[in-house]
T-cell receptor, first 112, second 115 residues
Framework: GEDVEQSLFLSVREGDSSVINCTYTDSSSTYLYWYKQEPGAGLQLLTY?????DMKQDQRLTVLLNKKDKHLSLRIADTQTGDSAIYFC????????????FGTGTKLQVIP | DGGITQSPKYLFRKEGQNVTLSCEQN?????MYWYRQDPGQGLRLIYY???????QKGDIAEGYSVSREKKESFPLTVTSAQKNPTAFYLCASSIPSGRRTGELFFGEGSRLTVL
């Protein structure tokens, strides 16, 4: 079955880079996503990567995908206090219904 | 602006009472979902609906019920049979897979507390 794992907590200093890691088990995943959740709010898509890609960069965000190890990471350059949130890794499987499996979420704390 | 509206944002319930959470979207999306979020457990799928008048159970459907009478609306009822209903509930919608990247659009959530 599908399982997505993340560490629960990460603390970094403002201006440093943050790296949030995720491992998944289903090799048939089509898309892998990173969602951001601010306190008391819903989730918003930050970025996604298609399973045939190794890397995707979008401004301060860099996503790396290692399909062999089923490992996904999100790097946030020049981390700001506004980046403090919970970050969810998610995978979607092929099929007509958009079944998405979410990780447990990593709470990022940015220290000024 | 297009989006998903959940109400109420906060809700308190006594044990033994049913409660209904509202979810409305004006994105013209076909698919809608309900997730439950508990600390340290991520999001777990309760129910989903791909089209009007059709819905399927997710991973944790016991003690919940839904309806999909209109494309825009997907209300969730938390029944008295749900043993541990205190949680943060999130509604989402999406365009069916195969047409886009499968991005889920979320509402702001409803926090239910059972007293």
């Amino acid at each position: 079955g599908e399982d997505v794992e993340q560490s629960l907590f990460l603390s970094v200093r403002e201006g440093d880079s943050s790296v949030i890691n995720c491992t998944y088990t289903d090799s048939s995943s089509t898309y892998l996503y990173w969602y951001k959740q601010e306190p008391g709010a819903g989730l918003q898509l930050l970025t996604y990567i298609f399973s045939n890609m190794d890397m995707k960069q979008d401004q301060r965000l860099t996503v790396l995908l290692n399909k062999k190890d089923k490992h996904l990471s999100l790097r946030i350059a020049d981390t700001q206090t506004g980046d403090s949130a919970i970050y969810f890794c998610a995978e979607s499987l092929s099929g007509g219904y958009q079944k998405v499996t979410f990780g447990t979420g990593t709470k990022l704390q940015v220290i000024p | 602006d297009g989006g998903i509206t959940q109400s109420p944002k906060y809700l308190f319930r006594k044990e033994g009472q049913n409660v209904t959470l509202s979810c409305e979207q004006n994105l013209n999306h076909d698919a809608m979902y309900w997730y439950r979020q508990d600390p340290g457990q991520g999001l777990r799928l309760i129910y989903y609906s791909q089209i009007v008048n059709d819905f399927q159970k997710g991973d944790i459907a016991e003690g919940y019920s839904v309806s999909r009478e209109k494309k825009e609306s997907f209300p969730l009822t938390v029944t008295s049979a749900q043993k541990n209903p205190t949680a943060f509930y999130l509604c989402a919608s999406s365009i069916p897979s195969g047409r886009r990247t499968g991005e889920l659009f979320f509402g702001e959530g409803s926090r239910l507390t059972v007293l």
